[in-house]
């Protein structure tokens, strides 16, 4: 009879123990399905926000077309118009007079060809992104700067995203001019056989420590938005004694 009264203890405890790990296991097996759903979850929310991000800039540069386009075939037509009419009532009544207008209206055809041309850079769709960026650099180079190419593995890019890069060279070139105040400013692109590397590095005065620590400037932030919509990782560095230094990183599809 006691044998008997141990068994069933032994069997009752066994079973209360299998329960106790039928219990713990679905648990576990709960909690794992809600941690799987809450990173589906927010892996689809991620995409979304990517998405609505890049549908954005697309929107800002479809924008700047449009208004590039009128600047340059609008504003741009009527003002040289205007150029040809008084350059004929000049000739008709030799009025000197109107020198100093003449030259004060090409000043304005040239500040207006250069906005249609920085907001739909024509250069680009026209002879790709290599000259595109070899244009910014001549039209700022000077005796105080020098910006050049110092390596160029063709990235081969789509041309939506040698649209961002080429926005991202000039965000990054207006940084070094007005901010940075440097005088040599370098651009390469280097390919791996796992990633394409971009590297933009000026000898200005660094980014300020808070602003390089968050990356929250707004240029920095145009920066890292652009680079995420190529697929890009950004990172901000200073140099030892002066200088800055931006890297963009791709990753390669494989075989």
Do not use: C
Request: hydrophobic fraction near 40%; charged fraction near 25%; charge should be negative.
């Amino acid at each position: 009879m006691e044998g008997k009264v141990i068994l069933l203890v032994i069997i009752g405890t066994i079973g209360v123990m299998l329960m106790a790990f039928s219990v713990v296991f679905f648990v576990l097996l709960y909690r794992r399905k809600m941690l799987e759903n809450q990173l589906k979850m927010h892996e689809v929310e991620s995409r979304h926000q990517q998405e609505m991000l890049n549908a954005t800039l697309r929107s800002q540069e479809e924008e700047r077309n449009r208004l590039g386009t009128e600047l340059h075939d609008g504003v741009g037509a009527m003002l040289s118009s205007i150029k040809l009419n008084l350059q004929v009532a000049k000739r008709k009544e030799g009025v000197d007079s109107l020198n100093p207008v003449l030259g004060h209206l090409d000043e304005t055809i040239s500040q207006v060809r250069s906005i249609s041309h920085q907001m739909m850079p024509i250069i680009l769709k026209k002879y790709g992104l290599k000259h595109a960026i070899s244009d910014l650099f001549e039209k700022v180079s000077s005796n105080l700067l020098d910006s050049s190419i110092v390596h160029w593995d063709d990235p081969n890019l789509k041309e939506e995203d040698a649209l961002m890069l080429y926005r991202i060279v000039q965000e990054l070139l207006n940084n070094s001019i007005k901010h940075a105040e440097a005088s040599v400013i370098t651009f390469s692109i280097q390919r791996t056989p796992t990633e394409l590397i971009f590297e933009y590095a000026d000898n200005g005065k660094g980014y300020p420590h808070e602003i390089l620590k968050n990356s929250d400037g707004m240029g920095l932030l145009n920066i890292k938005n652009r680079s995420q919509a190529i697929g890009a990782i950004p990172t901000f560095s200073n140099g030892e004694d002066r200088g800055s230094k931006v890297n963009l990183a791709i990753a390669l599809p494989i075989g």
